[in-house]
Each structure stands twice: as C-alpha cells, then as structure tokens.
C-alpha cells in the first residue's frame, strides 16, 4: 500500500477532523466526522496541540507528524475557542510549511543580484551596521511574532539599543481598538470573551465580516440558530458580505456612517429616557476632547453638557450622515433601551483602519456603558483581532514605539525605572522619546538622508510591508536605488518585502519552532516544534539574540546588564552561561520559556497576569488574569471588571474599573463629534474604494497561495463592482480594468455583484495578491491617536484597459 493511501486509511479510521498533508502541497481534506476525544498515537504518527498559525481566533488543532513532517491536521476537540471545529484554511494549515519556494539560506544581494552567504556573515552584516549608527537602526514586526519573539526584539531595542524605533504591524490592523480601549477603561483588551458569543440574543457586527474573515467564531452564532435558538443579527455595513446574508436586518452605511450611528444611538437613549441610570451613575464619567490639544484622557464634561452636545444627533441628521435611514436608529436605540436583551458588537478593521478609529471605538463602548450593556455574558463590546497574536505579542508585550512591557510607556520616568529594574539594566538606560510609528517609520527609511530620512537600516520579521503598507510608492518603493538605505527580511518565502531587501534571511515557520501566541479574547497559548525547518532556516528569537550577542563582542555596552552579563544570558544549574546565541545550540535549553518566564512578572503590572509557562503546556490556552487558587491550580478569567468572575473587582462590588483613567473605578463615556472622511468621491475619482480579505486566503496570502486547495479556489484578486456602476461604465463580468487613485493604479478583473455586493458607487478590493498591489492606490491618512492607517475608504476611478486616460480626453478635447 502506498504511503499517502495507509496515512489516508489510518487517520479515517480514527474519524479525526481535518486534512491530510502530503508529501508536497497538496492536500487531502476529509469529511469533519468529528475528533475522537484523544487522537491515537502509533505507528510512526505522533499528534500534538498547536492553536492555528492564521487568524486572531487562535482556533487550536491538533498535529500529526509522521517522519518529521506534518502528515495531518484535526480541529482540536479539547480546545473551547473551536471544539474541534476548523475554517478551511485551519484544514489547511499544514501545507504551508512545504511551498516549493521555501527560503533555505541567507541572501545577500550584491551588484543587484541575491547571492547565497552563509548565517556568520548575515549576522555579522547586521551587527556593524547597528553597532556604526544604533541611533538609526529600526526594527519592524508583527502580530504574528510569538510572545518570545516580540519580547526579545522589544529587550534589543529599548533595553539593550536605548532606541525606541520598534513598530509593529499590528499598527496597521487594530491600533485604534489599543487607543479606544485605553480611552474608555484605562486598559486594553475586551473585558469579555467568545462566551459572549454563545450567550448573546442580539449581536451586532460594525463593519465586520466575520462569516468570512472569524468564521469558527461566527458559526457559534450560526449554530445556535440552527439549534432553535433565536439570535437576532444586525450587520453595519458598507456593503453586502456573506454576514449580511445571515443577518436579519443588513443597514449599509457610507463611509464613516458608524459615527453618527453611535451618536444617534447614544442621542435616543438620553432623549427616551431609557439609558441605565444606575449603571452610568455607578460605574461610569463623561469625557471631551479638549479644545486644543485632544489626548486620549480628554476632559471632565457633565452629564448635562453630553446631552448638550448630543442633541443635534436626531435620527433624521443621523440618517443624512450615514445613510441609514431614521427609523433604523430608532430600532438600534429601542433594542439598547431593552435591558433584557443581551447584546455583543463585534468589530475588527472596519472600525480600527479608521481616520476617526479611536473615536468611534470608544463611542460603540460608549453606547454599550450607557445603555447598561456591559458585564454580563453575552453583554459585551468586543474587539477581534486579524492576526494570531496581536493582542499576545503586541498589545501585552508592547512592542509600539511608545510602550514598554506590562503597560508601560517609555514616557514615564517611573516606567522606565521599573522595567530597567526587572531587566537589571543602569539607571536611564530606556530612551524617553517614543519612536517611530510604522507610517513614519517607513517614511524615514524612504526618505534620502539628505532629507532628513533618518532611518538607513530597517530589519522586517514575519510581516510583509511590501504588500500591506498603504500608499505603497511613497512608503516603500521609494526605497529603490537608495545606496545608503539597507532592508533586512526575514521571512520562509520570497515576498514582495524581499523583492527590495538587501539582505534575506531564511524563517522557521509555526511549528519547526517553539512558539506562544496571545489570541483575541486574552487566551495565551502555547506550543512546541514538532518538525525541523527546511535547509538553513531559523528561528525569528534566535536572530535576535545572535544579533544581541554580536553586538556584544564588538564591546556594544548596551548589550550587557547592570553586572556585566549580557543581555539575553541563559545559564545551566552550575551556573555556565548556555551559548544560545550559537544555533546549534538553541536548543540546549527553552529559549521560549526562560524569555517567557523573565517576561511574565511584567503581566502583573496591570492585572494581566499569567500562569507559569508549564501550566499553558497542559491547557489549551488560558486566559488572562490567571490567577494562583489556594489548592495550586491556576484559574483563567472570562469576564473582566465583572464582580462575579474577576479576582481583582473589589470585595463586593459588582464592576470595577480598576485602572480607570479617573482614579475612580469608573469607565469613560466620550462624545467625539462627526467628521467626515480624510478623501471624498468627486468627479476625477467617483468611487469609495474599501479594501480587505477573502476567506481563502490569509492576510497578503504568502502562506495559503502555497497551498494549492486554497490557491486554486481563490487564484487571483479582483475588483468588486455594483452591477449598475459597471454597465454604465460598460464593463463586462471578468474584464480586466485599470483601477487608480491620486497615488497609484493596479490592474484587477472585475467581479459584478459577486461574494460581496458594494452599493453604487463603492468598489472592493482584497489584498491578498502580491500581483495586484491594491495598496498602491490606498492613501496613509491615519488616526491621530492610534496612527492607523485608513485602508477602507479613499477615492478611485475604474477605467477600461482601452479607454483613454482623462489628462489624455482634456489634451484632445
Ligand atoms: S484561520 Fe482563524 S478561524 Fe480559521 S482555523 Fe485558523 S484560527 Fe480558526
């Protein structure tokens, strides 16, 4: 028997959940029958747990490895966040490690060609670039780094470099739910969970697609429809997804419209008299931007000045803004009205990629306060992530350009005191000025020094810039031909970040590495390696730690501590420093734990604590606070700030606001005014371009286009147009048309009225291609608290490939 047909038979005998990897990308998916509650081992097949290395779900599955390579893949049926349920790219998960165009050695590129170097030099090229000038080195990742990666890189920078250009690219993904939750509870982070999710009789998706982009989390909703249960779901949106479908009332809003929808929620509830009292006299403040110089505390307004200044938000001003008609707001005010619903928002990048994203994240928190909607399961405004540990790596981490680990921030003198006290480093080691935010980081890096670009050496860890930064000629291809610019990459396959990189440096990927990851609803979850990378790829950490330690040798003082250790020092009982810095050694010892266990008393620091990294070996993830028990167990937390379940809420009381920005135990109410977009529709460039994801494919698509399955059922990207907007353009389904803005163009074929339906007037765009840069034409207009970038609405026209140019028409006219 063949062995693709016994690994077949075998695991369809076990009537495990999942796929089947095999020897090259293509991949064998079986029927979901339903995992067995504990997969058997045997015969040369070992399973072991992993959450998924894709979206912000953190959906877990379980492995099976056969001669040091990933056979098969099954919904974990332990895990609570998807019991053993997989979207398809979660099936498909496995297949990423075995793309044919796996990055197997260092590259360095000379006289414009990438020539192989061996590891010795790569890191020896990095380590005197930094060393000659640390002042203008910048480092940039990811939500995809895991916990040890992020926090290693964050203690090279800001502990060991003193320089704070640190940015992640999780600025670009949910920056503005950072800031929104900051503004409102003193601390980031949902105080709910995705039990909301099967407790919820009202749920509310604000610009979100969850049905495509959270799809295991969706069918929980989904699911208990089909069980009888009633639901009911409302979709905000800025056109018609496989959400609204399942939705039973669908309010498409234009862009911006969720601002004055939340006002005009926040307006009735005041005006009918049917907000929560009690609940808003208890345990909430009202907040303004100051006039001058808005922060994210704002100012002391009363609760007579907020009825002031909400009172223009009637729901027929509101419908004039949003586009959604008045007796819709109406409908939404009388639901929030009605404390016997339990009522969940979900959001994610429609209302982070937002120039108003801080705003209006802390306006729907806003509506949920006031109306009472709060604390109880099911009665939650919930942020989600799209990457696996945003929240994980860079939220609690805090690797942003201001932050220091445990919610600190490097402004503060007493922060940066106590993390030089956790890190043993000299007094006034932590630089006080924030770094560079991503858009400004790649903005130095573009910029000729000559100018005023301050930033000539850029290293990029597990993200691709090259795809995803907005405004793309500007923010990255202006880099080409900069002699005194240098981009380092590490990556597992050619992107097109490394197209422009000088020198690349081959990745390990998910499981050929240990690994931690933070998921959306503050579940940290771990795994171990359980195959080797291909040819000369590494681990992200190790790079790291052999830059540190080169920087060492060439007498950087940065690099040691207080006592003259270095940095990154991991010893053996006797006390011998381990040499991890030398790869064949990484392994020696768990790299992963010693930085997560040096990492963890920071969690404390604002009730984020976690368990010893033992205990997340054991679980499926536990989520923070997790909390000692009197007996030694450790117990995780589902609903924060509520009386009934947070270790923190003081003795009695039923919600408290424990790191509330008034000292009070109070939450923040704010009133943001309206404001219109950063770029309008006018008669150059008539439509609203929004840009985002498919199902199939992750992100910019570099992991799941090597997978075949999920290549061949989405292979290209295309442009999402109103059948009426396309027949007065006379455009035909499939034609491939020039779509172009102020800043740049990318050709697409069209899809009329396909898996989304825009409005007239709005096209869409995913950006999963790496052929069609649709970040060309996006702009960097971004949010002024969060610095998010706005990719959901700029202006573009849609030209036929033969048609001519409107500067040509005017020439010829
Ligand atoms: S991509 Fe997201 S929803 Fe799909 S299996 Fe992975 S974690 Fe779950």
Redesign the pocket.
């Known amino acids: 028997m063949d062995t693709q047909r016994r690994r077949f038979l075998k695991s369809a005998a076990m009537a495990a959940a999942g796929s089947m990897v095999a020897a090259n990308t293509d991949l064998i998916s079986l029927p979901v029958m339903g995992a067995d509650d504990t997969l058997p081992d045997g015969d040369g097949l070992t399973w072991s747990k992993a ?9 877990h ?1 379980q492995v099976g490895v056969e001669d040091g390579r990933i056979v098969a893949v099954a ?1 974990d049926k332990h895990a609570d ?2 019991k053993g ?7 498909h ?1 496995g297949g990423i490690l075995y793309g044919e165009d796996r990055l197997t050695k260092p590259l360095l590129r000379k006289d414009g060609e990438l020539v192989e170097i061996e590891w010795d030099e790569a890191i020896d090229i990095i380590a005197k670039r930094i060393n000659k000038a640390p002042d203008r080195f910048a480092f940039y990742g990811s939500g995809q780094w895991t916990i040890p990666e992020g926090y290693a890189a964050q203690k090279l920078m800001k502990g060991g470099l003193s320089n704070n250009h640190i940015d992640p690219n999780a600025r670009l993904c949910m920056a503005s739910a950072v800031t929104g939750f900051l503004a409102t509870y003193g601390v980031d982070e949902p105080a709910g969970c995705y039990a909301d999710l099967d407790a919820c009789n009202v749920l509310i998706t604000w610009g979100n697609n969850p049905a495509e982009m ?4 969706f069918s929980r909703v989904t699911d208990r429809r089909s069980r009888g249960e009633e639901v009911k779901i409302i979709d905000i949106s800025t056109r018609r997804t496989r959400t609204s479908d399942a939705a039973n009332e669908y309010l498409e809003m234009k862009p911006h419209g969720d601002v004055a929808i939340s006002l005009g929620i926040m307006h009735l509830l005041i005006e009918n008299d049917s907000y929560d009292k009690a609940f808003v006299k208890n345990h909430c403040n009202f907040r303004g931007d100051e006039a001058d110089t808005p922060t994210l505390t704002g100012e002391a307004i009363s609760e007579e000045e907020f009825r002031k200044r909400i009172a223009k938000y009637t729901p027929e001003h509101v419908e004039e803004l949003s586009g959604v008609p008045a007796e819709k707001i109406r409908m939404l005010a009388d639901l929030f009205g009605n404390r016997d619903h339990l009522i969940t928002s979900l959001w994610c990048m429609g209302m982070n990629q937002h120039t108003m994203g801080t705003a209006i994240n802390s306006l729907v928190h806003g509506v949920h306060l006031l109306s009472g909607h709060f604390g109880r399961p099911g009665d939650a405004p919930t942020s989600l992530t799209g990457q ?1 540990s945003a929240c994980g790596t860079v939220r609690e981490v805090g690797t942003l350009a201001h932050a220091l680990p445990g919610g600190r921030v490097v402004a503060k003198p007493e922060h940066r005191s106590q993390c030089e006290g956790f890190w043993n480093l000299p007094e006034g080691r932590i630089n006080p000025v924030p770094g560079y935010h991503t858009v400004k980081m790649f903005d130095q890096f573009t910029k000729p020094t000559a100018e005023g670009g301050d930033i000539d050496t850029l290293f990029v860890q597990v993200t691709n810039p090259g795809q995803t930064l907005p405004n793309l000629n500007k923010l990255f291809n202006d880099k080409q031909g900069m002699e005194d610019k240098f981009l380092i990459v590490s990556d597992v396959y050619p992107t097109a970040t490394t197209q422009l990189a000088d020198l690349i440096l081959p990745a390990a990927l998910w499981v050929e590495k240990n690994g931690i990851f933070g998921n959306s609803e503050r579940r940290t979850q771990q795994w171990f390696k359980l195959v080797d990378p291909p040819g000369e790829a590494r681990d992200d950490t190790w790079m790291t730690i052999a830059i540190a330690h080169r920087l060492f040798e060439l007498g950087h003082e940065g690099m040691k501590d207080k006592d003259g250790d270095f940095l990154f020092a991991v010893k053996d009982d006797e006390g011998n420093e381990i040499p991890i810095w030398e790869f064949e050694h990484y392994y020696d010892v768990n790299v992963d734990k010693h930085l997560f266990e040096e990492y963890r008393p920071f969690t404390t620091m604002k009730h984020k604590n976690l368990a010893p990294y033992d205990e997340y070996v054991k679980a499926r993830g536990m989520r923070w606070p997790v909390v000692e028990q009197s007996d030694g167990s450790w117990r995780e937390t589902k609903f924060r700030f509520s009386g009934f379940d947070d270790p923190f809420v003081a003795e009695g009381k039923e919600f408290d606001f424990y790191h509330s920005n008034t000292e009070d135990g109070k939450a923040q109410i704010w009133f943001h005014e309206y404001q219109s977009p950063p770029e309008m529709p006018d008669k150059d460039f008539p439509y609203w371009l929004c840009t985002g994801r498919v199902l199939e494919h ?1 992100h910019t698509g570099t992991m799941t286009r090597r997978v075949t399955q999920l290549n061949r059922a989405m292979p290209t990207s295309y442009v999402e147009m109103n059948m009426e907007d396309a027949r007065d353009q006379n455009i035909r389904q499939g034609e491939t048309v020039i779509l172009e803005s102020r800043r740049g163009t990318t050709e697409l074929p069209v899809w009329i009225d396909g898996r989304g339906r825009p409005p007239r007037g709005t096209v869409f765009v995913p950006f999963f291609d790496e052929t069609k840069l649709i970040n060309n034409c996006t702009l960097d207009a971004h949010d002024p608290f969060s610095k998010q970038p706005d990719y959901k609405k700029c202006s573009v026209r849609v030209r036929k490939i033969n048609d001519a140019t409107p500067s040509q028409v005017a020439k010829s006219d």
């Open positions: 959450p998924c290395r894709f979206c912000g779900t953190g959906c599955v919904g966040v998807n349920l997989l979207c398809v790219k979660g099936y998960v959270h799809p295991v989390l696996p992750w």
